[in-house]
């Protein structure tokens, strides 16, 4: 079936320094990828829309300077947390569209990012 | 808006207890709707969807139907296993986009 890979699974890194987190379609190719954030005791909450070869389409709130997002191919899709702040401290997700999965939607395993 | 509802946790049962996990939702028009399924370390997982109103899904022993009367999806199981203990996920996209939207999560434990 179709995998995504999402490394790493969990980061720490100081404040003010940034971090990369990668989302890999495996076997199949991603047309669309979504990236998600899950605060603790919340619900996991859309961040922003790519498609490969655009620009991502972000959520209302979500800062587009801070949360970087490239989706260069079929099968690699980076969010980088620029100028990490603890308050971005959270567990973020992908998720690719593409595969033979029910309505194509494949998740990653996540990352646990806390910034210090 | 639409959004998911969900039964907060944790949840602690013995092995062979039957299992409920309510979810509600609010959506315009006609969603589908999903139980997902998060092991430790590991991905969302698909368990099992209802893309209309009485459907049932099933999958390992998990059931849900699609209640539009009461806008439900509760998630059961008749019998659980240590290996059913994950953290569960309601979640619901409606028939107009991609995006999904989740309730919070019921991490379930389930002790022999």
């Known amino acids: 079936g179709a995998v995504v890979s999402q490394h790493p699974s969990w980061v720490i890194c100081k404040s003010g320094t940034s971090v990369k987190i990668e989302c890999r379609s495996l076997d199949f190719q991603a047309t669309t990828m979504f990236w998600y954030r899950q605060f603790p005791k919340q619900s996991l909450m859309l961040m922003a829309t790519s498609n490969e070869g655009s620009k991502a389409t972000y959520e209302q709130g979500v800062e587009k300077d801070k949360f970087l997002i490239n989706h260069a191919s079929l099968t690699l899709s980076t969010l980088t947390v620029t100028s990490a702040h603890p308050e971005d401290s959270s567990f973020y997700i992908c998720?690719?569209?593409?595969?033979?999965?029910?309505?194509?939607?494949?998740f990653g395993s996540g990352t646990r990012l806390t910034v210090v | 808006g639409d959004s998911v509802t969900q039964m907060e946790g944790p949840v602690t049962l013995s092995e062979e207890a039957f299992l409920t996990i309510n979810c509600t939702y609010t959506a315009t028009g006609y969603p589908s709707l999903f139980w997902y399924v998060q092991y430790p370390g590991e991905g969302l997982q698909l368990l099992l969807k209802?893309?209309?109103?009485?459907d049932k899904g099933s999958n390992k022993g998990f059931e849900a139907t699609y209640r539009k009367e009461t806008t439900s999806f509760h998630l059961e199981k008749g019998s659980v296993q240590v290996s059913d203990s994950a953290v569960y996920f309601c979640a619901l996209r409606s028939n107009t986009g991609n995006q999904f939207y989740f309730g919070t999560g019921t991490s379930l434990t389930v002790i022999p």
């Open positions: 209802a893309t209309k109103a009485d």
């Open positions: 998720s690719a569209r593409g595969g033979d999965t029910n309505y194509g939607y494949t």
